[in-house]
């Protein structure tokens, strides 16, 4: 199971967009000192919502990523840079997030 969901978030061993934005996000909270618990406070998230976002189990609205940004303050595209650009066209429901447990879509 744990290896269904590790490839899931990976193609061809490189993390998918959802995982570079929990990872940057992890990263520009923790240089600002912040607990997941106080960056929800500022953001007005539910506690646990800013680490399922972190894990990539959760994928954000535009308002959400405002919200964040606003909390974090700085712009939003800092979010987002380490993203490369994209070479096709995703898939539909690609970056939906996963919770720990739920049956994998699509896959065999």
Known sequence: MW????????LYGVPNA????GRQLRKLRESRH??????AELCD???NQI?????????????????????????PAELFKLIP??????RKGQYSGEKKGSPKRGLP
Do not use: D, H
Not at 18 to 21: A, D, E, K, T
Not at 34 to 39: G, I, K, M, T, V
């Open 3 to 10: 290896l269904l969901e590790k490839c899931r978030k990976t």
């Open 18 to 21: 959802l995982v570079l934005f």
């Open 34 to 39: 912040l607990s997941q618990e106080r960056l």
């Open 45 to 47: 998230f539910q506690t």
């Open 51 to 75: 680490g399922r976002i972190e894990r990539a189990e959760r994928t954000v609205s535009f308002e959400g990523i405002m919200r964040i940004s606003y909390g974090l303050s700085m712009p």
């Open 85 to 90: 650009a994209a070479k096709r066209l995703p």
